[in-house]
């Protein structure tokens, strides 16, 4: 804004404003204007649109059948284990990762142990090629996923435990692994 200086008397007088406003209004009203006339523009010459953002679920797409299990499962760190639990808030251990797998829409997978260990659709793998959502199994009668991190699964392990991550070690630790291919 332009100010103007007036003497009066010998004295100088404070600044004041100049009295037009209808220049503010006229420079909004025109640079609202030239905004609009651009954006026009663009769509009329058809300027390609900004590219769309990056989706977050394209990570998961490179997961493997067992990590999205593994993924559901961990869903429910913290439910109870109870024998014969298949969700959707209290596990066995087949019963987790059984609600995972059918959580994902895979029909008619196994629901026990057993089942699981005679299916054509696991393939048993060495242990030393076990890799993050491969099952393994503590001898036949317990089953739990694997994770990322040395000696260590995630299941629903025994009575009086929730639903978590479990450390093996010389005592404790998987006999076989099976891979999941659906």
């Known amino acids: ?16 404003r100049a009295g037009r406003p209808w220049l503010v ?7 609202v ?32 059948l067992g990590e999205r299990i ?6 429910r760190t913290g439910d109870w284990y109870v024998y014969g639990g298949a969700g959707p808030s209290v596990f066995d251990c087949s019963g987790l990762v059984y609600w995972a797998a ?9 629901r026990d142990t057993y089942e699981m260990e005679h299916s054509s659709r696991l393939e048993y793998i060495p242990l030393s090629q076990a890799r993050r959502g491969d099952l393994m199994f503590y001898g036949s009668g317990h089953v739990e996923m694997d994770t990322i991190w040395y000696h260590q ?18 005592y404790w630790q998987p006999t076989f692994a099976m891979r ?3």
């Not at 593994?70 to 869903?75: G, I, Q, S, Y």
């Open 25 to 31: 209004v006229l420079t909004v009203v025109l640079v």
């Open 70 to 75: 593994l993924d559901k499962a961990e869903t």
């Open 33 to 64: 204007v030239a905004l609009g006339t651009a954006l026009l523009l663009g769509m009329v010459t058809g300027s390609p649109p900004p590219p769309a953002p990056a989706r977050a679920t394209l990570a998961a797409s490179t997961e493997t």
């Open 102 to 110: 059918t959580q994902l829409g895979l029909r008619n997978f196994p």
């Open 1 to 16: 804004m332009l100010s103007v200086i007036t003497h009066h008397a010998g004295r100088h007088a404070a600044p004041r």
């Open 180 to 182: 999941v291919r659906w």
């Open 153 to 170: 699964t995630f299941g629903a392990q025994t009575w009086g435990t929730r639903v978590g991550w479990h450390r093996w070690g010389s």
